[in-house]
């Protein structure tokens, strides 16, 4: 048996990893509450673990903390979520499934071909692309950006619409 702080950080990035974007801390938080999978200050050290290790992103999203999965934390999940109770990898999976119904979610996408120097921006509405952008942009410019770009919110997004197509409504 794994000790209780492996078991903590295993639970919060396999939340993160079914979700598959990014969540308000507030929300990650009363989710793990809610389901008493950990208690409050478990998942204060959890999270805080995780964020100074980076295998969690924190940063701030219009007023909103929000976390995220990093890559590294994506690659350390894969490698160890076998130590993680199939009990509790279930439990998790079920509720995030429920609380995805009744958030709908809006979710940006950032990929990058560092081959071609190809940044792609992707934002989706209940998994429907709503609006995507293709630019070339060199290795470092979107390494130092990156943070920044995953902050971008609809309102962002309806702005840069409006001004390359020319529509007149924030949708």
């Given at each position: 048996?794994?000790?209780?702080?492996?078991?903590?950080?295993?639970?919060?990035?396999?939340?993160?990893?079914?979700?598959?974007?990014?969540?308000?801390?507030?929300?990650?938080?009363?989710?793990?509450?809610?389901?008493?999978?950990?208690?409050?200050?478990?998942?204060?050290?959890?999270?805080?673990?995780?964020?100074?290790?980076?295998?969690?992103?924190?940063?701030?999203?219009?007023?909103?903390?929000?976390?995220?999965?990093?890559?590294?934390?994506?690659?350390?999940?894969?490698?160890?979520?076998?130590?993680?109770?199939?009990?509790?990898?279930?439990?998790?999976?079920?509720?995030?499934?429920?609380?995805?119904?009744?958030?709908?979610?809006?979710?940006?996408?950032?990929?990058?071909?560092?081959?071609?120097?190809?940044?792609?921006?992707?934002?989706?509405?209940?998994?429907?692309?709503?609006?995507?952008?293709?630019?070339?942009?060199d290795?470092?410019?979107?390494?130092?950006?990156?943070?920044w770009l995953?902050?971008?919110t609809?309102?962002?997004?309806?702005?840069?619409?409006?001004?390359?197509?020319?529509?007149?409504?924030?949708?």
């Open positions: 048996m794994e000790p209780l702080q492996t078991q903590e950080k295993l639970s919060i990035l396999h939340m993160l990893d079914i979700y598959g974007a990014q969540i308000p801390v507030d929300t990650c938080v009363d989710f793990f509450l809610d389901q008493n999978i950990l208690t409050n200050d478990e998942l204060s050290q959890a999270l805080a673990e995780l964020i100074e290790r980076g295998l969690v992103s924190l940063f701030q999203k219009g007023h909103q903390d929000v976390l995220t999965l990093s890559d590294d934390g994506m690659i350390v999940l894969h490698f160890f979520r076998d130590r993680l109770s199939a009990e509790i990898q279930e439990q998790i999976t079920s509720a995030v499934l429920k609380l995805k119904q009744e958030h709908p979610k809006e979710e940006l996408l950032l990929n990058y071909d560092p081959m071609s120097q190809m940044m792609e921006l992707t934002f989706l509405e209940n998994g429907k692309k709503v609006f995507a952008i293709e630019m070339i942009l290795e470092e410019m979107f390494y130092s950006q990156r943070e995953r902050t971008l609809k309102k962002d997004i309806s702005n840069i619409r409006r001004v390359l197509f020319g529509f007149n409504q924030n949708k």
